[in-house]
């Protein structure tokens, strides 16, 4: 015996935003309904749902579980105690999957021979329903989330389907006897359909409102009589929400999403909002018809998203001046110009290696976002909405933080074609973007409430940023091995803009080179071909930036981030510092490591052919460039800076987190530095039982190309020990050190 197809009718109700709204009509078409055939079992999975354009179609699962109610001879009181007189609140689970399919009746037999059963069954099944077939309890939730555009699979969980026969069951224990249920739904399904004409619109959550705080759409306690489908509404809300997992890019192709909701609300008006870019915006409003909303239907309204105002004024992050890096203290709106590389100066040295300091991006996109991370589980959180990015035709990008301030780091990048996606970006074998050109790219540093101006260090007149570039947070009253180390700030390749992550922690695994996990901050990128995916011993990777996966899921220890290794940039050792330049700007995301190569230029990310590094991050005149990574009006401290600065903090005391110094109020980290060969933290565990560092890069480039001036606090050997013991409170000693520049360390800005 088949069943038939269960059928959920279109109701269709339209509206334009900013356009005159159709007429509902309220002409309903029959009512769909399903018949199953019950023979004798069966996890809660859900019946599925396709939408096929004027229907929804309810399918059967295997395994799907009914909830069944049984009273011989039809009669509900007075009805014996034996096993075979009445059970209630039975489970019975479906043995195929399709529009037809068998339920089968557990080990027990239910009938005398010649006697009916009045039975009752709902789906889906719920142990706590009860025990009355006429108050089957049930609930429809006010929030649910949709994994992606047109994705009907939600509505599984949530359907309530309802049916009631009299019939002869089972009268022999080798005799089986076929009954037909039909099967009708008691509840109805919302469709809201989007589309837009602007290409850089996300939508992210729907919500739909009564006017009316007493209507019920969502249910928090309810029951349905299964005699008859009618509902029972105890309590619940005026709204449903709809989160979409991933946020549906809007188009001229709408974008579906499903609710279900309790049918009636005859004459009543709702509204339904969007999230869109960040922003909720009210689409429209609507009337129930007077006949109400039937169920078993599928009600359907239609949008289009216009240009959303959002109500506020953009900040202009680069109002005193374009940089590499925007600092953002507190929740709001925020805008940059993107037509300028850097701060636009290119001293003479650079010119051949600069080339044109105008460019024309077409689309823009964050490229990875991190967070501090607070305990042992890895936090997912983005300081900037990442569907609010935009690139506007005045070639400002544009982009709107959470309402609650998300302290971290993100990088924006700007390509040079249009529609640029999360989605369309394709990588090759190496992780590199290979169907579109990355222009340039922003640091966007958010730490709340800070002004460099106000807290910073002053060292024989030179005015120090209190904490690292980056660093969401000074370091000051921290505790514990996680909270410190978001004092850290940045870690940056010499002469590079852009920044990669700090360590996370100082406990004995996380930062430390033998680790076989991560070896950063954990940080998200949403392109989707960036994202390296899978399961460490330890965390869960997936949509992670960095890392090098192997054996399966595990992360290679000797491979701790995106690597490229100098001579696979060019091995010609003629190659000249605008290729390794061009790439390192192509792909901000790639840690140029070098182990000694084959042609000379010993652990260096650049080229000894031309002089042209010496100027990187400024000239002999301290004239800040294109590159250096600092705000605008900050930058690169000199060798000679640096050198005051240390010698002005060297009466520094150790924290008592002894993961730092402290300076008349200000605090100084302990940060070691990114191995050249590998990206890899060299030695930053805890407790130490050698010398821990305190470093920050210098504007000024040693006497060979390979080396570059680093600033550097350290304590004594084994401090930890000499700490608790009382022994050690100051730095053991201060002073500049010639380092590798495709090492990594954080960097210090001065005030221009």
């Known amino acids: ?351 051949l290696v600069a080339g044109e300091t105008a460019i024309a991006p077409k689309s823009a996109l964050v490229l990875w976002y991190n967070t501090l991370q607070k305990s042992n589980n890895w936090v997912d959180e983005s300081p900037v909405y990442l ?71 002053i060292a024989d007149g030179n005015v120090f940023m209190d904490r690292n570039l980056g660093a969401p947070i000074s370091g000051l009253g921290t505790t514990g091995s996680y909270e410190p180390a978001g004092a850290v700030g940045n870690y940056y390749q010499w002469g590079r803009k852009d920044p990669f992550p700090s360590v996370s922690d100082y406990t004995s695994y996380l930062p430390c080179q033998n680790s076989n996990i991560l070896f950063g901050t954990p940080t998200y990128t949403p392109i989707k071909a960036l994202q390296i995916n899978g399961q460490s011993s330890k965390k869960n990777l997936d949509g992670q930036m960095f890392g090098y996966r192997t054996n399966g899921a595990n992360l290679d220890s000797n491979n701790a981030w995106n690597l490229i290794a100098r001579d696979d940039i060019s091995s010609d050792k003629t190659t000249k510092n605008g290729v390794y330049v061009s790439y390192a700007t192509e792909h901000p995301y790639k840690y140029v490591i070098n182990k000694g190569n084959s042609f000379g230029g010993w652990f260096t990310w650049i080229s000894d052919v031309d002089a042209s590094y010496k100027s990187f991050w400024g000239d002999a005149e301290h004239q800040k460039t294109l590159f250096d990574p600092c705000p605008a009006g900050w930058r690169v401290s000199s060798k000679d800076e640096a050198e005051k600065f240390l010698s002005v903090v060297l009466n520094s005391t150790l924290s008592a987190n002894k993961v730092g110094y402290e300076y008349q109020g200000h605090y100084i980290p302990l940060t070691s530095l990114r191995k050249h060969e590998n990206g890899l933290v060299d030695n930053l565990c805890l407790p130490a039982q050698t010398s821990l560092e305190s470093n920050f890069w210098t504007s000024t480039p040693g006497n060979y190309y390979s080396y570059t001036y680093m600033a550097s606090l350290k304590t004594p050997t084994k401090y930890f020990e000499k700490y608790d013991k009382g022994e050690t409170k100051s730095p053991e000693k201060y002073g500049l050190d010639a380092r590798y520049n495709a090492s990594s360390c954080p960097v210090r800005c001065v005030k221009e």
């Not at 001046?321 to 300028?340: H, Q």
């Open 1 to 351: 015996m088949n069943m038939k197809k269960s059928l959920i009718y279109i109701l269709a109700l339209s509206a334009i935003v900013g356009c005159q709204k159709s007429e509902v009509s309220e002409q309903i078409p029959a009512e769909g309904e399903s018949s199953a055939v019950i023979v004798g079992s069966f996890p809660e999975t859900k019946t599925s749902f396709v939408d096929e354009g004027n229907v929804m179609k309810t399918e059967w699962v295997k395994d799907d579980a009914l909830g069944v109610y049984w009273y011989k001879g039809g009669s509900i009181e007075g009805v014996g105690t034996g096993v075979v007189d009445k059970q209630l609140n039975d489970r019975i689970t479906a043995k195929e999957s399709g529009s037809a399919t068998i339920f089968n009746i557990g080990n027990y037999y239910l009938a005398e021979a010649g006697k009916n059963y009045l039975t009752y069954a709902y789906y889906p099944y719920n142990a706590s329903a009860g025990k009355d077939p006429f108050a089957v309890k049930f609930v429809v939730p006010s929030s649910v989330v949709q994994t992606s555009a047109g994705d009907a699979s939600h509505l599984n969980a949530t359907d309530l389907l309802y049916s009631s026969v009299m019939a002869k069951w089972i009268f022999k224990n080798d005799e089986t006897k076929n009954v037909k249920m039909t099967f009708n739904h008691a509840l109805s399904v919302l469709n809201i359909a989007l589309t837009s004409a602007q290409s850089n619109y996300s939508v992210s959550d729907i919500r739909v409102r009564f006017e009316d705080e007493s209507e019920i759409f969502s249910v928090t306690e309810g029951s349905v009589n299964l005699s008859d489908g009618s509902l029972t509404l105890t309590s619940g809300t005026p709204e449903i929400f709809l989160h979409f997992n991933e946020a549906a890019k809007l188009s001229a192709t709408p974008v579906n999403a499903y609710m279900t909701i309790t049918p009636g609300h005859a004459g009543k008006t709702f509204s339904v909002y969007a999230t869109v870019n960040g922003i909720e915006t009210k689409l429209g409003s609507k009337k129930v018809p007077a006949s109400g909303l039937p169920a078993g239907v599928k009600a359907a309204l239609s949008f289009e998203v216009g240009e959303i105002s959002t109500g506020h004024e953009y900040t202009d992050l680069s109002a005193n001046g374009t940089a590499n890096c925007y600092l953002v203290t507190s929740p709001g709106f925020y805008k940059f110009k993107a037509d300028v590389k850097g701060n636009g100066v290119v001293p003479s040295q650079l010119e």
């Open 387 to 457: 569907s609010s990015v935009s690139l506007d035709s005045d070639g400002y990008v544009r982009f709107y933080t959470p309402d609650v301030f998300v302290p971290g780091n993100v990088v924006i990048a700007a390509f040079a074609e249009e529609g640029v996606t999360y989605e369309s970006i394709t990588v090759d074998e190496n992780k590199c973007i290979n169907n579109a050109t990355l222009l340039w790219s922003w640091n966007i540093w958010a730490a709340e409430g800070y002004d460099p101006a106000a807290t910073a260090i």
